[in-house]
């Protein structure tokens, strides 16, 4: 059984919603939940799988643990220089610190670093209970297992048939969920070593960690095993749904955590062009000298130039519409909506 918990207004690709219908035919499938993100992928993006008694590595994909997290600083907004920010981003290679797996790298795609802050209250309850303060600057870190995720996949490619899954209780079973926990609590170390970083190199105070909600992987709940590919758990308390850069992302409470919403809410905006057709999309809006000095209308320090035309906010769908679907289908409750400053990406 499956369900899509998306307006007829939002943008759906019909392969997407094929995607969805096809995992209900795997062994142990119990329920399917696309979100207003849904886009095709390997497997579709924006997806909660629910299943009883087996397990499916392949659902996740290298990007175990991968999250949208919430930092706080002690930096006050009047005192943070945009320009003088960007000058430094501009200047350095990258702000990762490299070991074995790369711990500290924000890695490519859609991924990225963004100082923002509090644009306006919508939950001024929500809003106390959390302690936030319109004064200060928040980071905004979405970043994975990168890899370390990639090591684990390969493993068990190599030594399995992943589309069969995992049977619980089985060796392989219990050896894939103990490397799964392992990236879960590497991608956490992850994000703090990449806020760590990228505050000190603008000489930003950070504060401590207020949302961490991981949007890749698998969940025990009861009886259920909760597979998440680009959605965010309801039932972690908190949540960062981010927007495209430029545009707006916002702090919810989930408030459905039951097996028809797939314990589970969107993550982003959720594509609307796959990454190979951007560049044809956007050449004739995006001059050459435009993208040599990063000049947008939005304040974007980006180290690969690909990911100018495959992250353009052109190429997501409408943030405003995400949220306003989820709230339609009572999933959330809207906190605060954040305003970004200066998004990095490397």
């Not at 309850?125 to 600057?137: P, S």
């Not at 684990?152 to 049977?167: C, H, M, Q, T």
């Not at 809006?285 to 040599?292: A, N, P, T």
């Amino acid at each position: 059984m499956y369900k899509i918990l998306a307006s007829e207004k939002t943008w759906m690709e019909s392969e997407a919603v094929d995607s969805v219908k096809g995992l209900c035919n795997l062994k142990g499938a119990v329920y399917v939940v696309g979100y207003p993100d849904l886009h095709p992928g390997k497997t579709p993006v924006g997806i909660s799988f629910i299943s009883k008694k087996i397990i499916y590595p392949n659902l996740i994909g290298n990007d175990i643990g991968c999250s949208i997290s919430l930092f706080e600083t002690s930096t006050l907004k009047r005192k943070f220089k945009i320009d003088k920010v960007m000058k430094t981003l501009n200047s350095i290679e990258t702000l990762s610190e490299y070991n074995d797996f790369n711990k500290g790298s924000i890695g490519g795609g859609n991924h990225f670093c963004e100082f923002t802050i509090i644009d306006k209250v919508l939950d001024e309850n929500e809003y106390n209970i959390l302690n936030l303060d319109k004064n200060k600057i928040y980071l905004l870190v979405h970043s994975g297992s990168r890899g370390f995720g990639e090591f684990i996949l390969n493993r068990y490619i190599k030594e399995y048939a992943l589309e069969d899954g995992f049977v619980e209780g089985s060796s392989e079973f219990t050896s894939y969920m103990n490397d799964h926990n392992k990236a879960i609590t590497f991608a956490k170390e992850s994000r703090q070593v990449i806020a760590t970083n990228m505050c000190n190199t603008c000489n930003v105070t950070l504060d401590k960690i207020i949302i961490d909600n991981i949007h890749n992987g698998i969940e025990v709940k009861d009886e259920y095993y909760i597979h998440r590919k680009g959605a965010s758990s309801s039932n972690d308390g908190y949540a960062i749904i981010a927007g495209s850069r430029g545009t707006p992302s916002y702090i919810v409470k989930p408030i459905n955590s039951s097996l028809e919403s797939g314990f589970s809410i969107s993550h982003g905006a959720g594509r609307k062009w796959a990454r190979k057709s951007c560049k044809e999309k956007l050449q004739g809006k995006f001059l050459r000298k435009d993208i040599k000095s990063n000049n947008f209308d939005y304040n974007l320090v980006c180290k690969n130039k690909n990911l100018i035309y495959e992250e353009a906010p052109e190429a997501y769908k409408n943030i405003d519409s995400i949220i306003s679907d989820l709230v339609n289908f009572n999933l959330i409750k809207v906190v605060a909506k954040l305003k970004p400053l200066v998004t990095y990406k490397e």
